[in-house]
């Protein structure tokens, strides 16, 4: 398992278990129980986030977003792989290199 690298487009990302996601008006919020944290995952985190309940290679992931916002590629890359980092280094998502599957 990655922790606190940099995650590529090729690397493969999952949720974590011990969490626990409810809806709030269209945003994802999220505790933690592994580390007592309450997280606002927002309305496109809670779409990222529903998105890795399987694993997913990252630069599908960012295919499928940019399916339903209209956004440019390379700011969809950069803030999705940002947001992706953070969760790693919460310890809320397990991310894989493609070919260790």
Known sequence: MIKNHTIS?????????GNI???MDGEKVMLSILNGKYYNLGEV?????EQ???PIAV????DNLMSYYLVEKTDCE?????FL???LNSNL???EEMDSL
């Open 9 to 17: 487009l090729n690397n493969i990302v999952v949720q974590g278990s």
């Open 21 to 23: 996601v409810s809806d």
């Open 45 to 49: 985190g809670g779409r990222i986030w």
């Open 52 to 54: 890795i309940e399987q």
């Open 59 to 62: 630069n599908q992931l960012i």
């Open 78 to 82: 950069n803030q999705v792989i940002s």
């Open 85 to 87: 980092e953070v969760l």
């Open 93 to 95: 998502i397990q991310v």
